[in-house]
Every structure is written in C-alpha cells, then in structure tokens.
C-alpha cells in the first residue's frame, strides 16, 4: 500500500532542483538517507562546470548550506559511494581518479539513437549498393565473435536478423549460461555489438551501453587491422566509465582489404582480442525475462537448447 510519505517523495522526484533553496527543500523532504545523499550529489555535480567532483567536495558544498547537516560527512561518502557503485545509477567515479562524475547513459543512448546511421535488421528504407556492403561487412564479423563467446563457457549465436526488441535492444551476438543456485537455475547473459570499423565508435559504443539494462556483460566490438596497442586511449575511459568490454578483430592487413571489399574472412588472418574486460553488471530480472521472451527464450527448456546455428 502506497503511504502519503511515499507519493510526496514520489512527486519531489519528479522536481528538478534550480536552487541551493531548492535542493535544501527536496532533501528535507526524503525520508531516505541514500536518496537524499543520491539528490545533493546530482545537483552539485550537475552546477560543477565539468561536472566532476571529489567526495570531499560535494559534502562541503551541501553541508554549507546547513547550520546542522542532516547527514554527517562519514555517513554522506559511505552513502555515494555506495551509489557509484550501481551500474545503472547516473553518479559513478572517475576512473584513476578520486572524483564522482555524472551521466545518464539512458538519455544519452535515447538521444543518440535517432543519429544512428545504418545497422543491420534495423533498416527502414531500400539499402543503397554502399548500404549493402556495410551490413555485409558487420555481418561476416558474427561467426568468430559466436566461437569467441563459446570458448567463454556460454550458449552462443549470432541474433542479428531476430530484431524483437525495442531500438538499440537487439545486439548482435548473444551468450547464455545458466549458473546453479539453491532454487533453481540463474540466467547470465553476454552481449555484443560489432562494428566493421572504429569509424563514430563513440556514437555506436552507446548502442552495447544500452544493452546493459538486460545483459549481465556487454562488449563493444570493432575489426581492425593496427596494432591493439595503438587503439584510442578513450577507449579505456569510456569501457571503465560504463562498464562496457571492448573486443578488437584484428585482421592481418590485406586480409582486411579483402574484407572490406568483399566482406569475406580468412579466419587464420584474424584474432579476437579482448583489450578491456566486461565487468558484471546487476540488470533487473523483469528486463531481463522480457527480452528472452521476445527473443522466444522466455522458459529454461527453451534456453538450453539456445546455441549456434539455433533458429
């Protein structure tokens, strides 16, 4: 049952604060302590110029405006850090160094989405001849990275032309484990989105971030044919800022001029490196179901005969 207390604090969600008096408001209001800890850290970081801010810094700024704080300052950082810690919270650490930061990959991902250009299985309109080739390129990418995830101890298959999901909700390549617990059974799911090219990857690296809301790991793939050693340092930030593995293809060099002309691969002119490891991620259960089931894996029986070459 829904008490007075909770649709008030319901409704003080729904604010935006513009104001120190704002936000001292909304606070006062939360009965919660990590979510009046979750609204002054949003606040602050959200009015610091590059949106980046110590721990120590954001307790100052909000015990300043209080005769008595409400929280102690102990209490405050065990709290963010806390926060920092759940993947799909917006306030999360600034990797290598001992600031928080925030960003709202939904929104990010949501307004990103409708700059995509083409993707394979999402195409609404007659595929030009340069169209057709880029799907065929990400399209030959599949086989590997499916091997890639077996030999990672999972169920895998290339799922790139089910596309029953939601935009940005159908990755390329899917993994399923089952893993015993004392009830029964749980589900694990890997994802990866490939790309034939680290061309707008900071673009497409939102589409495998979005994925995160049902997928226990997801990796942003691309083929290349440099050195691992030479990929774009940002690459580490933004893996480490939203819990996204990068996997690179990489081709000798005139394997991958064939492959980019004609779309084949020479599978002993390839390695999959995993340059950046996907870290476990906690995605809700009900999001979770709902993608299985559109994908037809909505029980166990279904799941476990999931795998290459499955229909």
Not at 237 to 265: C, H, N, Q, R, T
Request: glycine letters at 4%; proline letters at 6%; charged letters at 30%.
């Amino acid at each position: 049952m829904r008490t007075e207390g909770d649709q008030q604090e319901e409704s003080v969600e729904q604010l935006q604060a513009k104001t120190t008096d704002d936000i001292v408001s909304q606070v006062n209001k939360i009965t919660k302590t990590a979510d009046k800890v979750q609204r002054a850290a949003e606040f602050f970081l959200n009015k610091s110029p590059n949106k980046q801010l110590s721990g120590a810094e954001i307790y100052h700024n909000f015990s300043s405006l209080y005769n008595t704080p409400p929280i102690t300052e102990n209490t405050f950082r065990q709290y963010l850090s806390n926060l920092s810690g759940i993947s799909s919270n917006p306030i999360s650490r600034v990797p290598g160094r001992h600031k928080y930061t925030i960003s709202d990959t939904k929104s990010i991902a949501r307004e990103l989405a409708d700059e995509v250009s083409v993707s394979a299985g999402e195409i609404s309109e007659p595929l030009t001849p340069e169209d057709k080739k880029r799907v065929a390129r990400e399209e030959a990418l599949y086989e590997m990275l499916v091997n890639w995830v077996e030999t990672n101890n999972y169920q895998a298959d290339d799922i790139s032309s089910r596309r029953k999901n939601e935009k940005w909700g159908n990755p390329d390549v899917l993994g399923v484990r089952l893993l015993p617990t004392l009830d029964g059974h749980r589900v694990e799911l890997l994802s990866i989105e490939a790309k034939p090219s680290p061309s707008d990857w900071r673009l497409f690296f939102f589409e495998a971030v979005s994925h995160k809301r049902f997928c226990d790991r997801v990796y942003f793939c691309y083929a290349t044919d440099e050195d691992p050693s030479k990929i774009d340092p940002d690459f580490r930030y933004y893996s480490e800022l939203f819990g996204v593995g990068v996997l690179l293809m990489v081709f000798e060099p005139e394997a991958y001029k064939k492959y980019w002309d004609i779309g084949e691969i020479d599978p002993e002119a390839v390695s999959v490196v995993e340059k950046y490891n996907a870290p476990p991620n906690t995605p809700p259960d009900e999001l979770k179901y709902r993608f299985l089931s559109n994908l037809d894996l909505g029980d166990i029986k279904k799941i476990c005969l999931f795998g290459h070459n499955s229909s």
